[in-house]
T-cell receptor
Framework: AQSVAQPEDQVNVAEGNPLTVKCTYS??????LFWYVQYPNRGLQFLLK??????LVKGSYGFEAEFNKSQTSFHLKKPSALVSDSALYFC???????????????FGKGTKLSVKP | KAGVTQTPRYLIKTRGQQVTLSCSPI?????VSWYQQTPGQGLQFLFE???????NKGNFPGRFSGRQFSNSRSEMNVSTLELGDSALYLC???????????FGPGTRLTVL
């Protein structure tokens, strides 16, 4: 069965410093991996995805993520954090083993990112 | 292009009542998924519809049901509401399984 883990409930970073939000996954086939961000009282916004190809994926708002197959990880990174990046971040995975008609998107529990001035 | 819309945005119901939530996907998107979000359980998958067919269903009781219409609009229904059903219900649409899902703003359901 597919699963995704975000080991940190909260990440605290000073503005201007690099940030990393961790995500590991477990699938039977090849993973489709996604990162989403949620601001208070809002729906989720798509940041970036990995389907195939280059392991380093660039997304919205200066975020990027690195797919590491051997470590089954897809950590979200940003070189220089902004106070406005403070939000809840979700990693999600869909397992292609089940094919398009069976696998659904599984979300991690979320990591609260707090960026202080 | 208009985003995913959900109506109503807020609902207050009492235990035992029934509720219907509506979702209009992005034009051209045929896949619609529903999620329940609570502080304790996080984001939990409810169901996924594609071309009017339910493809996947999460681990929720039969009180939770849904459907999708020919224009891809979707509704979910919760019958015999319980206090624990209080949550933010999110709808998301996508072109295919390989594409990202676009989320609506959610419907905040409060059960008293």
């Amino acid at each position: 069965a597919q699963s995704v883990a975000q080991p940190e409930d909260q990440v605290n970073v000073a503005e201007g410093n690099p940030l990393t939000v961790k995500c590991t996954y477990s699938v039977s086939g090849n993973p489709y991996l996604f990162w989403y961000v949620q601001y208070p009282n809002r729906g989720l916004q798509f940041l970036l995805k990995y389907i195939t190809g280059d392991n380093l994926v660039k997304g919205s708002y200066g975020f990027e993520a690195e797919f590491n197959k051997s470590q089954t990880s897809f950590h979200l990174k940003k070189p220089s954090a902004l106070v406005s990046d403070s939000a809840l971040y979700f990693c999600a995975v869909r397992d292609d083993f089940y094919g398009g008609s069976q696998g659904n998107l599984i979300f991690g529990k979320g990591t609260k990112l707090s960026v202080k001035p | 292009k208009a985003g995913v819309t959900q109506t109503p945005r807020y609902l207050i119901k009492t235990r035992g009542q029934q509720v219907t939530l509506s979702c209009s996907p992005i034009s051209g998107h045929r896949s619609v998924s529903w999620y329940q979000q609570t502080p304790g359980q996080g984001l939990q998958f409810l169901f996924e519809y594609f071309s009017e067919t339910q493809r996947n269903k999460g681990n929720f009781p039969g009180r939770f049901s849904g459907r999708q219409f020919s224009n891809s609009r979707s509704e979910m229904n919760v019958s015999t509401l319980e206090l624990g059903d209080s949550a933010l219900y999110l709808c998301a649409s996508s072109l295919t399984d390989y594409n990202e899902q676009f989320f609506g703003p959610g419907t905040r359901l409060t059960v008293l």
